[in-house]
């Protein structure tokens, strides 16, 4: 750690995501329990979504989303805690952000969750993705989010993984991971599966 990393630390001390507690990004208290962690099919791609999206939960993902690093490392422990299993042996392959999204909070959020889990499960993450359209799905309605497509390329690569998953934050309708999955698709990948912090319903 860094002087400078504990002297901010020291003027700023971190706070809970999602009730302001100082301590960390995502206190105990506001971790959801073990038994919101869900498994689903999304046509061909089986989901696997550590929590739901509500309670405190929803607000430090907000918070994630405004730009808090330290809430996204810990929703990084916190798939990889429930998600281990199914990302074992395989190539973790992020939603990548929009422009815009990037500039206003500094980082690609679905970049951060899923070098994070490779990190702490010893595999790797890859940037397979790209945008083909910078469009966002957030202030979209249900409609509009499920009709949005063709949003994701995949380039030629010269290796290809043999097991791929995608890695997003929430998912809502489930538009955004199945537009990607068929990108990676189109590239001749087939994604074994997805994970997300958490499922909006």
Avoid at 52 to 60: E, I, M, N, T, V
Avoid at 115 to 140: I, M, T
Wanted: with cysteine; net charge positive.
């Amino acid at each position: 750690m860094s002087c400078m990393t504990i002297l901010l630390d020291l003027l700023f001390p971190p706070a809970c995501g999602g009730c302001g507690a100082t301590g960390s990004g995502l206190c105990r208290r506001c971790t959801p329990a073990f038994a919101e962690a869900e498994h689903f099919s999304l046509g061909p791609l089986i989901v696997h979504s550590a929590a739901r999206y509500d309670g405190p939960l929803r607000r430090a993902m907000l918070c994630f989303k405004r730009g808090r690093r330290d809430v996204g490392e810990r929703f990084a422990e916190l798939l990889a805690e429930r998600c281990a299993v199914h990302v074992s042996g395989a190539a973790l392959i992020w939603i990548p952000a929009t422009a815009a999204g990037r500039r206003e909070r500094g980082f690609d959020q679905a970049e951060l969750l899923a070098r994070g889990v490779a990190k702490l499960s010893g595999g790797e993450a890859l940037p397979l993705l790209r945008r083909a359209r910078d469009e966002r799905q957030r202030g979209r309605s249900r409609a509009g989010r499920i009709a949005a497509a063709g949003r994701f390329s995949c380039p030629e690569t010269a290796v290809v993984p043999s097991r791929v998953v995608l890695v997003d934050d929430v998912i809502t309708t489930g538009a955004t991971l199945c537009d990607a999955a068929e990108a990676l698709r189109s590239a001749g990948i087939v994604a074994a599966g997805a994970i997300v912090v958490a499922r909006a319903v």
